[in-house]
């Protein structure tokens, strides 16, 4: 029975790996490219790793899966809290599986804390740490330190000042990405699987980190690029003859080149109201005094050595609040951004102000139009999405009124400082050079794919690659997936025996949840990464 591989490398593209790819530095990908197909994938708006890795995973939009980011906002006073497995609307292709008794092996996939019961195995990647409960079945945390040889670590946190020092930050890099390939590797050859889904997240950190530099910048170091290449390499030795293989990415990269302050704009316009600037003082106290905790404790180990002192630190970062509600007054602004993440803005109109949704829509449309004159007039180029437009949202799911960005994505969004200036020319952070892009890729190869080379353009989208997979294994689709199976990527014989249909049922039943980490533990992984 054929199987299907997929592996994710976060944040690829070909504006980086093309070149590599053409002068030998990935002999593998070129192999796959060759003997099979590649495409540009369009990612999802924003091109943010939360939303793009569930709807791959979903074959549902982010309007519908209700996720736009790693946090949402939650109540009427739109309190930010991280999002985990048990907060996306929809069920992923592996829980489709399940339900039809179909086995997957679910590795360092984003989003997926705490992990739960499947017909396989489940490791969380992006949002977890070490000490968690990352796994399922627990004991498989036990054997993925075995096969490391010590800590299975998850994440480079790129964007702590250690790594000012990109020689070290290149080196831990480098390291974390040849384990998590070695025993991922070995993973898939003791495991039974007719799904396996390994993502490796080391090339986004590359990327936000060394997009520009003194050297050239992230496309200019065949090194690392070689060590991706042999990363693939080692996990193809766990594919046979049967496996078709996807290589995909949940969304491109750039320059950062700029930053950009949205609620002071919203502040500016007459919409958003300033207030409990003290309180904003003391959340940035709280989380000084527990980010030298923290950094003690990976330097000499102290949360072993002082536990009560850890512990203190721990409590009073997690009195710290998720978002801006230090510096906005919620109940007199008529509009806002609660605190997303940078890679985009999302601006909330007040539902207690505005509690109909016709009325929040007119206002969103005033809101674009003046950002878009506004910007206009200074030759910044932002772009507005209004997803009302597309009509109401799923029951329980809050979706912002308005998803910002500016000239292709390559500008951050401030939303905690109403008193700098609005718009400036510069990067987000010695540590933060690149941003995220529409163009991630698609490359695919093995059994059932078609051999039409080299096709670098753009056409298929993250939304289109769970039926895709779902198809590649004789199995319908659910008829609530929104995307589309890519035949034109699949071999022409394999399409005329294996018409694509559609099956009236779920996406297969929500899995039972027990609690996961804190929401302070995720808000710490996402500092870390630089995305709050």
Sequence with gaps: MTRVLVIGLDGATFDVMGARMDDGTMPTLSALERRGTSATLESTVPPATGPSWLTMATGLRPETTGVFDFVTPTGEDMRLRPIGSRDYAGRAVWDVLTARDRRSVVLNFPMLLPPYPLNGAMTAGVGATPDDDYTYPPEMRARLNELAGGRYDLVVPYHDAEYDDAVRFKRETESVLDVQARVASAVLREQEWDLAWVVLAATDWYQHRLWSGTDGGAAADPAFWSRVDDAVARLLDAADDDTSVLIVSDHGFGANTAVFRLNAWLM????????????????????AAWSAVRGAAR?????????????????????SVLGVRGTVDFERSAAFDPGHTIPFGGIYVN????????????????????????????GIAFEAVLPGEKGPSPDGVVLPDLLVSANDWSCVMLKDELDAPLWEERTFSPRHSGSHRMNGVLLAAGARIGT??????????VVD????????????????????????????????????????????????????????????????????
């Excluded at 316009?269 to 106290?285: C, E, F, I, M, N």
């Excluded at 207690?352 to 206009?376: K, T």
């Excluded at 039409?452 to 989208?461: E, F, M, V």
């Design 268 to 287: 500016e316009q007459g919409l958003l109201v300033p207030g409990g600037q003290s309180d904003a003082v003391a959340d940035r106290a709280r989380r």
């Design 299 to 319: 330097v000499i180990g102290v949360h072993k050595v002082a536990p009560r002192l850890y512990d203190r630190g721990r409590r009073r970062r997690g009195e």
């Design 351 to 378: 539902r207690m102000l505005r509690p109909d949704p016709g009325a929040r829509l007119d206002l969103a449309r005033d809101i674009r139009e003046r950002l878009l004159g506004w910007g206009a007039e200074r």
């Design 452 to 461: 039409s080379g080299r096709g670098r353009g753009g056409g298929p989208s």
């Design 465 to 532: 690659v769970a039926p895709t997979i779902l198809h590649l294994l004789d199995e319908g689709l659910p008829e609530s997936m929104e995307g589309r199976v890519l035949t034109e990527i699949l071999d022409p014989d394999f399409l005329l025996s294996h018409a694509v249909r559609s099956v009236a049922e779920g996406q297969g039943a929500a899995p039972d949840l027990e609690d996961g980490p804190d929401d302070e533990a995720i808000r710490k992984r996402l500092e870390d990464l630089g995305y709050l």
